[in-house]
């Protein structure tokens, strides 16, 4: 699994949401987030809806920094 799953799924845990939950909220369909299981990494639009749900940084999405802070 891709280091994006990784962090998306951990932070869908953290709020205590099942991914396609979330993506339900956020418009985003059950096979997009399948596809993410399966290692594709979602578009830049995607990832910034993403990181701004979530408070934190495009690059902790994807693995890329370690803090999880977005301030």
Partial sequence: ??????QFYQLCRNMDLR??????K???????INN????TIPNG????????????SVDYLLGRENAQSNS
Avoid: R
């Fill in 36 to 39: 993410w299981k399966n290692g």
């Fill in 45 to 56: 639009e995607t990832l910034m809806k993403l990181a701004d749900f979530f408070d934190v």
């Fill in 19 to 24: 991914p396609t939950a979330l993506g339900s």
């Fill in 26 to 32: 956020l418009n985003i369909s059950s096979g997009t």
């Fill in 1 to 6: 699994m891709s280091n994006f799953w990784n």
